[in-house]
Structure formats: C-alpha cells, structure tokens
C-alpha cells in the first residue's frame, strides 16, 4: 500500500531535475543523465588565477561551471539559492572537488570557509547556499568546514549592475575575522559565483590579514 501511494505522489508531483525541469526516471537523483552529460565544465586542469591577479595572493582559484545567462548552471545555482535544494549544493561540490582532484587541486587545504552572509540575510532566507556548497567540497576533501571564523559584520548593496569598481566598494571591509583558528591554515574559500570577484577578494583579504599560511578559491561558477 505504502508503495503504491509513493508511487502516485511521484506520478502527481514528479521529482524534477532543476536543470531541465523534466521528471526524474529511475536511478536519477540530483540531476537527469542528460543535464549530468550536458554540463558546462571547466576542464580539470583550469584556474581561473587570471582573474585575481594582481589584486590578492593565491595558491589557486577554480569554478567547477561556466556561466551562461539562461544556462544551466544559472538555474543550478537559482535552484540551491531560491528553492532551498541543499543536497544538490552538497552533491556539486562533492562532484567539484572529484572532478579537479585528476590535477590534486587543493591537496593541501586544512580548513574550507563559505563565504558568509550578514545575518539579516541569513534570517530572511534562512540559509547560506554557498555553506552547502563548501560542506560537499569539505567532505570531500576529508577536512573541516569553518562555518564560525568569518563573519560578515556590515551589510553590503546587491552587486548586481554594479560596475567592477562599485562592486570593491561596496564590500570593502565588510568581512572580519573573529579568532585565530585561521592562524597558520592553508584556507579553501568558497562562493557560489565569481562574477568581479570583489567579494572573495574582500574576504580572502580579511583571512590572509588573520594569519592564514595560504589561500585558495573555489567558485561553483564563474560567469563567461
């Protein structure tokens, strides 16, 4: 009986893959073998340390997905920020640190930290997407996520149509952080989007001034 009202529920209100949007089939759980094959990857061996340069020290920096407007991974990313899917957060950062570990990307990192949120934002939407994201890569990684170290102590402008140069300003000095845990550490810092890179670099300067032996940056995507 029990089987037969899941299987009606399922066919009424089908689990559906947030990159298409088609129902899941048997054996499909985070996304459809289409949208899996169909994903716009970086290869293994990329870094994006290109984008940070000359502007704050890294060891490495890497996005996991291209970023397209009306793209899949900007409904992956609407999907874990706007409808609360955190298991898929946790399953695309498991599957980022697999797919760089080809190249032992990040072999050294002690402790991975998301970029936080003020905590109104926090309140208001009840989670840090990009907390999941760096919970996949730290399990996958085998070591810690500091979700406690850094906060976000000034409440920040939306970045969108902002100018690289208003982006800087607008997070400037907004991060802090509160102990010496970081003292030492080889830190991966992770967001769900580079777009300027105005915020990581906010923070990542934040982090490195606290004493962090090296720095490293992991992004889900990064915009095209």
Aim: hydrophobic residues 40%; glycine residues 8%; charged residues 25%.
């Amino acid at each position: 009986m029990k089987s037969f009202v899941t299987d009606l529920v399922d066919l009424v209100f089908p689990n559906c893959c947030p990159g298409c949007g088609a129902p899941f089939i048997t054996g499909e759980e985070y996304l459809c073998s289409n949208c899996e094959l169909d994903l716009p990857v970086f290869p293994a061996s990329e870094q994006i340390l290109d984008r940070f340069a000359g502007r704050i020290k890294l060891v490495d920096a890497r996005s996991y997905l291209k970023f397209y407007n009306e793209g899949i991974a900007q409904k992956l990313l609407h999907a874990i920020k706007y409808k609360g899917d955190k298991e898929l957060g946790e399953h695309l950062g498991r599957e980022f640190i697999l797919h760089v570990s080809k190249e032992e990307a990040f072999a050294n990192i002690d402790i991975v930290i998301a970029i936080p949120l003020h905590k109104s934002k926090l309140l208001s939407r009840g989670y840090n997407q990009s907390y999941y994201l760096a919970k996949g890569m730290a399990n996958a990684l085998g070591v810690i996520i500091d979700n406690e170290s850094v906060i976000r102590y000034k409440k920040s402008e939306t970045q969108t149509r902002k100018s690289r140069a208003e982006r800087w300003q607008n997070v400037s000095g907004i991060f802090q952080v509160t102990n010496e845990s970081l003292k030492g550490k080889n830190v991966l810092l992770v967001d769900d989007v580079i777009t300027t890179g105005a915020t990581l670099e906010a923070c990542g300067e934040a982090i490195i001034d606290a004493g962090a032996e090296s720095l490293s940056i992991a992004a889900l995507a990064a915009a095209m």
